[in-house]
């Protein structure tokens, strides 16, 4: 069965368009786990599944788009909300105006309870009724302006709570509309990155599904030449995409034994039977050794009819050895051992497993 991208493309928007308008975190929380389902083992098995491997990788592409589509309209609706909550922060916080307790006012009405209050204690002792009667309307006239004084002074005081807890809260809403301005943006580009992921787990269970068709292809015919010796083939089952290719080292989880690589880059290639190689690597050694961690060389020769393949080495150096290829127990893994001729400060020696690029 042949798989091409458009199989592919069709996977993605059928699960996108089937998901449309869930926007859960228990939604797509489910089809983490029913993709985790799928996925588990398959890697594994791949290296001896054989094709019947196949609608499983389909399935799993499914429940990663299913998975990818929700995560990324969960991320978009957060950004969405955090926005809405950012522009209600923006607006300014209402103050009260100063109008509402002039100063002037509380002056003149200060200034006019004073008077008051002198004029009536210089007729206190006046024994004439006229002046009597005068001097009991300015007392009236004085609770009353004593009264509008405290009222006055009850609104200041009101006026410079209020302005101080305005003040409070516009110092407060900058702040938090600074942090809703920077958490909008970082869920922005996350719904981004979620996308992004995605569109990247469809591309590698693409490559996967025609890595295992490739894995399980029969060998091509021989054909006997009569003027140029046949070379010999790897034995049925083991493809030479089995060896050939760029290889690494992974980043975590490496599988080594003896001195442990730092990094290592493999390169095979292959043209009529022939193997032509180069390594690179570089061990992770004591500090203040003496020994050099880089070890580098070229190697080449016929592919044996056999899993594992071995070719004579020369390194950088000019110093010879052997190298050997073992298929790994999947289709991107090879297990790599060398060894070369002792020389004092040099690695001559290693052995670790790869994962194809």
Not at 221 to 228: D, G, Q
Not at 272 to 277: F, I, K, L, P, V
């Amino acid at each position: 069965m042949k798989l091409s991208r458009m199989r592919f493309a069709g996977i993605w928007i059928c699960g996108a368009a089937s998901l449309m308008g869930q926007t859960s975190r228990e939604a797509y929380r489910q089809d983490y786990d029913a993709w985790r389902e799928v996925h588990a083992n398959l890697e594994r098995d791949a290296g001896s599944g054989g094709a019947t491997l196949i609608p499983q990788v389909d399935r799993a592409a499914a429940r990663v788009a299913a998975f990818g589509t929700n995560r990324a309209a969960f991320a978009k609706a957060a950004a969405q909300t955090a926005a809405q909550q950012r522009q209600v922060l923006q607006a300014v916080t209402t103050r009260p105006s100063p109008d509402v307790a002039p100063p002037a006012v509380s002056d003149l009405v200060k200034s006019d309870l004073q008077t008051v209050t002198k004029t009536i204690a210089r007729f206190a002792d006046d024994k004439d009724r006229g002046i009597q009667q005068l001097r009991q309307s300015l007392e009236r006239e004085r609770d009353a302006l004593a009264a509008l004084n405290e009222s006055i002074e009850a609104r200041q005081k009101a006026v410079a709570a209020t302005t101080a807890a305005a003040t409070t809260l516009e110092q407060g809403r900058v702040r938090i509309a600074e942090t809703m301005s920077a958490e909008t943006t970082a869920l922005s580009q996350n719904s981004v990155e979620l996308e992004k992921e995605t569109a990247a787990w469809a591309v590698y269970y693409e490559g996967l599904a025609k890595a295992i068709q490739i894995a399980n292809a029969p060998p091509p015919p021989r054909v006997e030449v009569t003027t140029v010796a046949p070379r010999n083939d790897t034995p049925p089952g083991i493809p030479r995409a089995r060896y050939v290719g760029a290889w690494t080292y992974p980043i975590s989880n490496g599988i080594f034994h003896g001195a442990q690589p730092e990094f290592v880059d493999l390169v095979v290639h292959e043209a009529n039977g022939h193997a032509d190689g180069t390594l690179f690597a570089r061990f992770k050694l004591p500090a203040g050794g003496a020994t050099d961690p880089l070890v580098r060389f070229d190697f080449q020769g016929d592919f044996a009819n056999a899993a594992l393949q071995r070719f004579p080495v020369v390194t950088s150096e000019g110093t010879a050895g052997t190298i050997e290829l073992i298929p790994g127990p999947a289709f991107n893994l090879l297990e790599i051992n060398f060894l070369t001729d002792p020389r004092p400060g040099k690695i001559n020696v290693g052995n670790f497993i790869l994962v194809k690029k």
